[in-house]
């Protein structure tokens, strides 16, 4: 998506492609994913330090692979620790940081209360404290249905559009009591302990 949620979306990739692609295929599978990896890292908001760590960790996953040191089974293991961690929910926070609050037409002090409205839905939906339905009711605002039946992130959301989905996300976290406070995660630490907690249970 072109945004800091790169982490989530690249390890999502990476897991399709070890558990769909055959064993003879490895070494493509290896050499797309590092081309996707870089892609995207390259175009998100994170810090270059922790652009670097993510390249580094997700290369080193996609030639373990390649070798045979890293199984499909496993790589469906790290999938699963993602969906665990708090990495989903917050790449959809810093997706929509990106892709609607900076360039929207809110003020400053309307764009840091936007961010601490969004890391709150991020906190209740990680800490289940949100239900499912209700993240998802929320995310509804700002998704396309595509012809195949799945859904993505709408472009761009019109003003109104945005406070709208704002509104709702508020309603949702103060409705669940989520704490008004940032709810910050370093996405190269979270994404390292994920694929260590999976290659090394």
Not at 112 to 133: H, M, W
Not at 160 to 189: G, M, Q, R, Y
């Amino acid at each position: 998506m072109g945004c800091g949620c790169a982490a989530v979306c690249l390890l999502l990739v990476l897991a399709g492609i070890g558990t769909w692609v055959a064993f003879n295929w490895k070494g493509w599978a290896s050499d797309i994913t590092k081309k996707v990896a870089a892609d995207a890292v390259a175009k998100s908001s994170l810090p270059a330090e922790d652009k670097a760590r993510i390249l580094k960790r997700i290369n080193l996953l996609a030639d373990d692979f390649q070798a045979g040191k890293v199984s499909t089974q496993q790589l469906g293991h790290v999938m699963e620790q993602i969906a665990k961690s708090p990495l989903l929910p917050l790449g959809l926070v810093m997706a929509a940081d990106e892709k609607y609050v900076k360039p929207s037409g809110l003020s400053s002090d309307d764009q840091d209360a936007a961010r601490r409205t969004l890391q709150r839905l991020a906190r209740g939906a990680f800490e289940k404290s949100i239900p499912e339905n209700d993240t998802q009711e929320v995310m509804k605002l700002v998704m396309n249905h595509q012809p195949d039946g799945s859904e993505q992130l709408k472009e761009r959301l019109t003003d109104d559009e945005l406070k709208a989905f704002l509104e709702k996300a508020k309603e949702k976290a103060d409705a669940a009591s989520v704490p008004d406070e940032p709810f910050e995660v370093n996405i190269a630490d979270e994404l390292e302990k994920a694929i260590d907690k999976a290659l090394n249970p």
